[in-house]
């Protein structure tokens, strides 16, 4: 008798179905069954927010939600960020203004950046540092993740007013 469960959500604007035990986590059933290998592990017990994805529009660290809990949430990860191949605006100010090293944070600083503009369109150098508290980087300094992310808003706002 299999334990596994079928669970149905919705993963970057499309409907996904998969088979998953009840202590897989989101994290593992990612990377592992649907081969979105985006998101990053880095410490498994939510302490360094590699993991980021977006669960019903709120930043949550992947490796601490059980998949199962996952039934008819939308999911939004790293690979859902860009839109019909463009990079957006926060992954294009990380590149631009080198906020990145090694790549194992930038995911999760990337996608809590999103939740961050789509809460707060124009946040304080502040209002991001506190924001983006629970992710960490061990080569950046985080001063080039945070002038990214002021950089995509400024991005945003600026595309907001012209369009």
């Known amino acids: 008798m299999s334990n596994k469960h079928v669970i149905s959500l919705e993963l970057n604007g499309d409907a996904v179905e998969f088979l998953c035990e009840p202590r897989q986590t989101l994290l593992e059933v990612l990377r592992d069954i649907l081969h ?6 880095g410490c498994s017990n939510g302490n360094c927010g590699a993991c980021t ?8 660290v992947s490796c601490l939600v059980l998949a199962m809990e996952c039934e ?3 999911i939004r990860t790293i690979e859902g960020v860009a839109c019909d191949g463009a990079l957006d605006e926060i992954q294009n100010a990380f590149l631009e203004g080198a ?6 944070c930038t995911p999760g600083f990337i996608v ?3 939740a961050l503009l789509d809460e707060n369109p124009n946040p304080s150098e502040d209002e991001i540092r506190f924001y983006l508290a629970g992710n960490l980087c061990r080569c950046t300094g985080y001063d080039k993740i945070v002038r ?4 995509a808003a400024e991005q945003r706002r600026a595309a907001t007013t012209a369009g």
């Open 36 to 41: 979105l290998t985006g998101t990053k592990e």
């Open 53 to 60: 994805v977006l669960f019903n529009g709120r930043p949550v």
């Open 72 to 74: 008819d949430a939308k």
């Open 99 to 104: 906020a990145l090293q090694c790549g194992i």
């Open 112 to 114: 809590q950046a999103q």
């Open 148 to 151: 990214a992310v002021q950089a």
